[in-house]
């Protein structure tokens, strides 16, 4: 009894029926999301495909066609967007908060603030985006990386090692902890990593820049005037 009087006072917080605060919404986040039908499906597929092979403005045409009524059509655009550079993607972000997509709005938006230099804003939203979606190799190596930006070396290996071990065949991870090992002056440890992860002569030197522009920044050892902080990998 006493949980469900809690639950209604929540509710009532909203300030009016039928209206969940923010912070409800995404604790309430999740869910299936509603089915397209087939011709709809096919118009995904078909944007997908465009977007795979590198067409996304031919791919966001596409999705145009679709309702907005579907998350799934929502989440795509949205996608479309950031890597457009165009503004529209955030209230697409958003939009998904507190439904079957929740972690994927609260994952593109941390990847926006990151974008802009907002780390702390970036931090918050991969934090609960990791909540909603623990197991999504993505979402935890970008928040690695968040971590690692703000200097936050321990917690950004934690991450790193997760996401490495939830799809061992996903490269950024393994990039990410040869960047932070130069970034700690490690290089054994880097050295070691690369053997054992297979990272590529050219995935050593984006690691060994992405390091040097992290020191540039201020937030390594040895720090040197210049660059600007590494942008998310995915």
Known sequence: MKAILLFSSLLLLAGCAGQQPEGLARLLGGGSCGKPDTDQQLSLDMADQMINE????????????????LDQVRLRKA???????????????????????????????????????????????????VRLAPTDENVRNDLGVVQMNLGNHEQARFEFLT???????????????????????????????????????EQFAEARARAQRIRASGRGPLAASGASAPALLN
Not at 57 to 65: P, R
């Open 54 to 69: 590198g067409r996304p403005h031919a791919g966001l045409a596409h999705l145009e066609q679709l309702p907005d009524t």
């Open 79 to 129: 996608k479309v967007l950031r890597v457009l550079g165009r503004s529209e993607a955030e209230p697409l972000y958003r939009s998904l908060l507190g439904g079957c997509l929740a972690a994927e709005g609260e994952h593109g938006l941390g990847q926006l603030a990151a974008a802009r230099g907002d780390d702390a804003q970036a931090l918050r939203n991969l934090q609960r985006a």
């Open 163 to 201: 996401a490495l071990e939830l799809r061992d065949d996903n490269p950024l991870p393994a990039v990410n902890l040869v960047t932070l090992s130069l970034l700690q002056d490690h290089w054994d440890q880097a050295e070691d990593l690369v053997k054992r992860l297979h990272v590529q002569p």
